[in-house]
């Protein structure tokens, strides 16, 4: 669990690194490891290493992970994945941070079942910035649209966009998905009647493969897994007896 913490600095190292080429201070770039399929052991090395938030995209387990935990003092979830609307209550329940609102429905899914909880929730808007029909998000001419709606609802803290930029070894396709990100948000700040007043300034963009250039963009959240945590081998490792039988 050492090679954790070990792994953390570096990253840490590297993202002070890619802020420092582009002006940006490192406090404006937030780590939020990413933990999906790994044990609550590895997640506790990292807390021990001095993080508090987490990132899962499966609902069910991050649910799973949040109750074996619950006694850890300070511990925080960010869901990151997409999500039916019929898991909305279990998000409600426990999440600090939703990063892959995408409809109204959800929004309003969310919102009730926030409220019957008396909880609040930080979300970002998942853009499609690829256009990748295999891809979850609004696409990019869509999202003005949308942030007036999310308006209406109480419970959701809208802190801005987030995407997962095409998997590519091409920097400059990647490089174009993170740009769409930039203009969205432009034509967010331009869009005066979108009544959230600074709620969009986060844009949570980059993993593992590419989050300096993510930053070199203006990311302000880096979702970072593999990196950390070492390889995902199956995706379903986490519950008992599905490694085995995947052969992981
Ligand atoms: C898994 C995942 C990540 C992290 O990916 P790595 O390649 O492990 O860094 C980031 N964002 C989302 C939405 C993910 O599902």
Redo the contacts with the bound molecule.
């Keep these: 669990m050492d090679d954790i913490a070990t792994n953390l600095r570096t990253i840490e190292d590297r993202i002070a690194a890619a802020c420092r080429k582009v002006e940006q201070d490192p406090s404006s770039v937030r780590l939020l490891p990413?933990s999906?399929t790994m044990s609550t052991d590895k997640i506790m090395a990292a807390y021990d290493a001095g993080y508090r938030r987490f990132?899962e995209?499966k609902v069910q387990e991050a649910h799973d992970k949040w109750e074996r935990l619950s006694d850890v003092d300070g511990l925080e979830w960010a869901v990151?994945?997409h999500l039916q609307r019929n898991k909305a209550r279990l998000v409600a329940q426990f999440a600090s941070e939703f990063?892959?609102l995408d409809s109204l429905r959800l929004a309003k899914e969310l919102d009730k079942r926030l409220q019957a909880q008396g909880r609040r929730l930080d979300v970002l808007v998942q853009v499609n910035s690829s256009g990748e029909e295999s891809k979850f998000g609004l696409a990019p001419e869509a999202v003005v649209g949308f942030a007036r709606e999310l308006a209406a609802f109480d419970a959701l803290r809208v802190r801005g966009l987030?995407t997962?930029a095409v998997f590519s070894s091409e920097q400059t396709r990647v490089a174009q998905c993170f740009q769409r990100m930039v203009d969205v948000r432009e034509r967010l700040r331009q869009a005066d009647d979108v009544t959230v007043g600074e709620g969009w300034e986060e844009l949570s963009m980059g993993?593992?493969?590419d989050f300096e250039l993510a930053i070199e963009y203006g990311a302000t959240v880096v979702?970072?897994?593999?990196?950390i945590?070492g390889a995902?081998l199956d995706p379903n490792a986490y519950w008992p007896g599905a490694g085995e039988a995947a052969g992981g």
């Design positions: 990413v999906k990132g995209n990151i994945g990063e892959a987030m997962l993993m593992s493969g979702r970072v897994g593999q990196a945590f995902r």
